[in-house]
DNA sequence: TCCGTTATGGACCGAGTGGTCCAGAATGTT
DNA sequence: AACATTCTGGACCACTCGGTCCATAACGGA
């Protein structure tokens, strides 16, 4: 064996997300990454490939690391309606606080998704498994007799269209006070 | 007075618009816009100035030519329901039959309104555009006693955000089966 | 201590970018 | 017919892109 990385591979990957995030993909070159990330140049080619890997790599962290655990809250048995209520409130608020950037997943599936079929493959099993977690939580909210939804099916595509919908909305500089509206209104729609 | 342009300006922008629209605007080089556009270099130049001016002529005339008409049909007199149905289920079949293509407003907020003051300004004035007609939709349903829209504002934000939000949808390759779900659960909503 | 292995970062590469220049062709006017 | 004006398209420019190469530095094992 020989000398160790000087880096933190999740760390480092962390930082490349980060940069994608505030970028998109085009507009973040390799020079600005390799600032972004404090690394080598040849080091990042040796442990992430070409830029394309390092944004499916990046992709895949931020689906572990952000999305993945939202989506599974709304799956939560004790979820329900309160767990929707807290995915649209808090995304509305994320969205247009400190750094406004949207849902990463969004950004790819405009920018990428129509050109790279590996980058459309991971945005439609994200959307895939959006609609199941309000599934689930209509599925509960309806136990718990929080809500009476006929169907199910529709109302969950509705539920994730809407969420898409936040995206646009707030690159389009739609203040969180009216994207609020829009998450009450989602709610009331679905409430018994 | 001397030679006359060879080419008719409504024609060419129009196929720039086509261009920047299936591609995205980094992804447009002017080199192949230059051949979709079956024009010489320096005419374009001359003509459009730069690229990023090209693009906000091509944006201007997608507003005009495509969504200004589908907007002011919202607002029409006898629209109501219908017209709110129509605009759904038209975007619904629009976005996943043929070429593809989701709007060109919505793909140009997710690529460039973040760093880009001039395109969020058009993107903006859309949306809000967009909301007063779908205000002005419910306004005449409410009238018609085809739905009972206890807030306006709420409801109205809620169906642009519901618009807004087929883009992605689309991209993410959701089939018209399911979006159709989505647009006839949007209008159940607000159905009386 | 010395060797083999690996990380490192700057030099470098061909290709493609948006944009300019200019010689020449085409046209309306006189 | 001759001129002035304008359009045209290819040559060309500086620059940036993503990606590779290579000499050197840093480290672990024997």
Same mark, same amino acid.
């Given at each position: @064996?020989?000398?160790?990385? #000087? /880096?933190d ?6 930082? &490349?997300? #980060? ?8 507009? &973040?070159?390799?020079r ?6 404090q ?6 080619? !040796?442990? /992430?490939?070409?830029?394309? =890997?390092? /944004?499916?790599?990046?992709l895949?962290?931020?689906?572990e690391?952000?999305?993945?655990s939202?989506?599974?809250q709304? =799956?939560?048995? !004790?979820?329900g ?5 807290d995915?649209?409130d808090g @995304?509305?608020?994320r ?6 950037? =949207? ?11 129509p050109? $790279?079929?590996?980058? &459309?493959?991971?945005? %439609?099993?994200f959307?895939? %498994?959006l ?6 939580? *209509?599925?509960?909210? #309806?136990?718990?007799g ?6 199910i ?7 994730? %269209?809407?969420?898409?919908? *936040? ?7 739609v203040?969180?006070? $009216?994207?609020?509206?829009? =998450?009450?209104q989602?709610?009331? %729609?679905?409430?018994?």
């Amino acid at each position: @064996m020989a000398r160790a990385k #000087e /880096f933190d591979r999740e760390v480092v990957l962390e930082r &490349a997300m #980060e940069f994608f995030w505030a970028q998109g993909y085009e507009a &973040a070159s390799m020079r600005d990454l390799l600032d972004a990330m404090q690394i080598g140049r040849q080091s990042l080619y !040796d442990t /992430f490939g070409d830029k394309h =890997s390092l /944004f499916l790599a990046s992709l895949g962290h931020y689906y572990e690391m952000g999305v993945g655990s939202v989506v599974a809250q709304l =799956s939560a048995p !004790d979820g329900g309606l309160s767990a929707i209520e807290d995915y649209f409130d808090g @995304m509305a608020r994320r969205m247009t606080t400190k750094p406004y950037r =949207s849902c990463l997943l969004i950004n790819s599936a405009i920018e990428l998704a129509p050109h $790279d079929p590996e980058v &459309a493959k991971i945005v %439609n099993r994200f959307v895939k %498994n959006l609609r199941k977690g309000f599934a689930k939580a *209509l599925e509960v909210a #309806e136990s718990k007799g929080e809500a009476h939804v006929d169907d199910i099916d529709a109302v969950s595509w509705h539920l994730t %269209n809407s969420a898409m919908g *936040l995206g646009p909305m707030s690159k389009a500089r739609v203040p969180y006070k $009216d994207l609020k509206l829009v =998450s009450e209104q989602i709610l009331k %729609n679905i409430r018994a």
